[in-house]
């Protein structure tokens, strides 16, 4: 079955700084990969995606790039502010079997004002 | 938010007791998902269905936790007898092929 390593599990950054996390997959069959993110107390929500088919994806701050060679992808958030403080989760799936979301570990991400 | 509903949000019971999770979601999806959240371990995927089967439950930890969907709109999750590991939050989460995970709000167990 699919597994996805994340990482780091923390992250400290000052505001305004960049923030960049790391996911690597192991089924090449994968061809899906959502970003979540989870604030205290509340449950993930979907902040960006990517498919297969495309190298890099922006939206505003945020960005997702994908290595299908190396399967790697990552996600990136330029200017970081406070409010982006928060979990964040990578996920793989192949949409092409049974949807299986298999999703990384998570990193703690604090923006320090 | 009204994609996945999740009863009840918050359930404090004692050990030995049955617990019943409940999840509601939108019509018009083909996969439901029960994920459990704690600090250790994260966000583990116990079961899913698809089109109200179930597809793989390896992720049931023990025999004391059991799932249905006997209908698309319907999802029950229950633990029998609860232990005070099984104190964690529980996502249903919905989600149609090719398309993202949607998560109901959780519900948040402790087993004292």
């Known amino acids: 079955g699919e597994n996805v390593e994340q990482h780091p599990s923390t992250l400290s950054v000052q505001e305004g700084d960049s923030a960049v996390i790391k996911c690597t997959y192991s089924?090449?069959?994968?061809?899906?990969f959502p970003w979540y993110k989870q604030e205290l107390g509340k449950r993930p929500q979907l902040i960006i995606d990517?498919?297969?088919?495309?190298g890099e994806k922006k939206d505003q701050r945020i960005a997702v790039t994908l290595n299908k060679t190396a399967k790697h992808f990552s996600l990136h958030i330029t200017e970081t502010q406070p409010e982006d403080s928060a979990v964040y989760f990578c996920a793989a799936i192949n949409s092409g079997g049974y949807q299986k979301v298999t999703f990384g570990t998570g990193t703690k991400l604090q923006v320090i004002p | 938010d009204a994609g996945v509903i999740q009863s009840p949000r918050h359930e404090v019971t004692e050990m030995g007791q049955e617990v019943t999770l409940r999840c509601k979601p939108i019509s018009g999806h083909d996969y439901l998902f029960w994920y459990r959240q704690t600090m250790m371990r994260g966000l583990e995927l116990l079961i899913y269905?698809?089109?109200?089967?179930?597809?793989?439950d390896s992720g049931m930890p023990e025999d004391r936790f059991s799932a249905k969907m006997p209908n698309a709109s319907f999802s029950t999750l229950k633990i029998q007898p609860s232990e005070p590991r099984d104190s964690a939050v529980y996502f249903c989460a919905i989600s149609s092929r090719g398309t993202e995970a949607f998560f109901g709000q959780g519900t948040r167990l402790t087993v004292v």
């Open positions: 089924d090449s069959a994968s061809n899906y």
């Open positions: 269905f698809n089109n109200n089967v179930p597809i793989d």
């Open positions: 990517i498919r297969s088919n495309v």
